[in-house]
């Protein structure tokens, strides 16, 4: 089963706003990753947030990650038609996981010009 | 971008033909990773590999071996194509594992099995 599960799964917005995407996982994390892709491309990495962490910002990106609800979101400030793709969040329980991420559906993001 | 080249891009063959993807890594990180991708859905964990000839099962693992003779390289061997495997099929590689390490993603091949 997934651990992770992105909602909304799909969002359509216009350039300029701001786009927010949430994920709730299931069990203990050591941290959460958020990745985008590209229509046809592999994922790409965007920023990690560790467990003890409670915001990351990077660039237009802010993350957010709240254990106590197991949950996390992903805002995009300003969005660009350049944002438009899918995002990915996975949960990675760390230690003697091999590095292995478990990630969820996605939220496909659509920014209209 | 990381040097990740799959092979091939693209694959059509016919049920219960063996099929094999390649994987080259030029970073010589340790841990390598093959998923798949299936419309609308994110990505399942096939197999895995910590190091040469160390390889694990993932999520999703029936119907597929795994081979790692080299560092650099990883090879996901379909023995007999059923149309179920009909993908998109990713390898990702990263340098370490426990500590948090992000994985970096081929451009994927995608596979029709008819």
């Known amino acids: 089963s997934q651990q992770g599960e992105e909602d909304p799964q799909a969002l359509s917005i216009q350039e300029g706003e701001n786009a927010t995407m949430n994920c709730s996982y299931k069990t203990s994390i050591n941290n959460l990753q958020w990745y985008r892709q590209n229509s046809g491309r592999g994922l790409v990495h965007l920023i990690l947030?560790?467990?003890?962490?409670r915001e990351k910002h990077s660039g237009r990106l802010r993350v957010t990650l709240d254990t106590s609800k197991k949950s996390s979101s992903l805002l995009i400030t300003a969005s660009r038609a350049a944002d438009t793709a899918s995002y990915f969040c996975?949960?990675?329980?760390?230690?003697?996981?091999?590095?292995?991420?478990?990630f969820g559906d996605g939220t496909t993001l659509t920014v209209k010009p | 971008d990381a040097g990740i080249t799959q092979s091939p891009r693209h694959k059509v063959t016919e049920t219960g033909t063996p099929v094999t993807l390649r994987c080259h890594q030029t970073e010589n990180h340790r841990y390598m990773y093959w998923y798949r991708q299936d419309p609308g859905h994110g990505l399942r964990l096939i197999h895995y590999?910590?190091?040469?000839?160390?390889?694990d099962k993932g999520e999703v693992s029936d119907g597929y071996s795994v081979s790692r003779s080299k560092t650099e390289d990883f090879l996901l061997t379909l023995e007999s194509a059923t149309s179920s495997q009909t993908s998109v099929y990713f390898c990702?590689?990263?340098?370490?594992?426990?500590?948090?390490?992000?994985?970096?993603f081929g451009d994927g091949t995608r596979l029709s099995i008819l």
């Open positions: 590999s910590y190091g040469v000839k160390d390889t």
């Open positions: 990702a590689i990263s340098r370490e594992s426990g500590a948090a390490q992000p994985q970096h």
């Open positions: 996975a949960t990675d329980a760390g230690r003697g996981n091999a590095g292995k991420s478990t």
């Open positions: 947030i560790r467990s003890n962490e």
